[in-house]
């Protein structure tokens, strides 16, 4: 069976630092791609960042450009978010999110981790 | 960068047929394949239609995705609406940057 489970959610100030991680098991890890989506209290989904299999590929959104570096360890079965610079606005539930066809088909998502930038 | 336009909220009776529309603002919607999430209150978003019009294996075939090249859009039809299809729809494409864009989302209600 599939499973996507995300930690490393919490409170953190503004200006601060959080990195989340994507555990995966049941697949291949190291055969997909994999993403960040997130969702901001009340709001809808927001893509993040992408990473292809073989970590070539890279991609940010906009938002977090600059802020966030998304990477992966194919050994270890997992995906990880470096969140930097952290603003209020990026106070959302983070998913992380396998990419079964390489067009952005997101099959399988984890149940999320909830990440609060606050003072 | 392009947007996805759907509407805010739709609502219809149960064994009804409903269709939630995603408008391109840039760049034709047959070029970038859509996908179609839907998102229960408390619950990870689950596909229901990948690469315009496929469905994964068990979704029900009462939802259905379309393109129309000529209003830019895709399209989701929900047929046999039942009251567990109350959720938010979410459709999905992406662009020649690989930037991926989520439409804002649709509150469907079954009433």
């Known amino acids: 069976e599939v499973q996507l489970v995300e930690s490393g959610g919490g409170l953190v100030k503004p200006g601060g630092s959080l990195r989340l991680s994507c555990a995966a098991s049941?697949?291949?890890?190291?055969?997909?791609?994999m993403n960040w989506v997130r969702q901001a209290p009340g709001k809808g989904l927001e893509w993040v960042s992408s990473?292809?299999?073989?970590?070539?590929?890279?991609y940010y959104a906009d938002s977090v450009k600059g802020r966030f570096t998304i990477s992966r360890d194919n050994a270890k079965n997992s995906l990880y978010l470096q969140m930097n610079s952290l603003r209020p606005e990026d106070t959302a539930v983070y998913y992380c999110?396998?990419?079964?066809?390489?067009?952005?088909?997101?099959?399988?998502w984890g149940q999320g981790t909830l990440v609060t930038v606050s003072s | 960068n392009f947007m996805l336009t759907q509407p805010h909220s739709v609502s219809e009776s149960p064994g009804k047929t409903v269709t939630i529309s995603c408008t391109r603002s840039?760049?034709?919607?047959?070029?970038?394949?859509v996908q179609w999430f839907q998102q229960r209150p408390g619950s990870s978003p689950t596909t229901l239609i990948y690469?315009?019009?496929?469905?994964p294996s068990g979704v029900p075939d009462r939802f259905s995705g379309s393109i129309d090249s000529s209003s830019n859009s895709a399209s989701l039809t929900i047929s046999g609406l039942k009251t567990e299809d109350e959720a938010d729809y979410y459709c999905?494409?992406?662009?020649?940057?690989?930037?991926?864009?989520f439409g804002g989302g649709t509150k469907l209600t079954v009433l």
């Open positions: 999110a396998r990419d079964d066809s390489g067009y952005y088909y997101f099959a399988y």
């Open positions: 049941g697949f291949t890890f190291g055969s997909y791609g």
């Open positions: 990473i292809s299999r073989d970590r070539s590929e890279i």
């Open positions: 840039s760049g034709s919607v047959a070029s970038n394949y």
């Open positions: 690469e315009d019009d496929q469905r």
């Open positions: 999905q494409s992406y662009d020649r940057s690989n930037h991926v864009v």
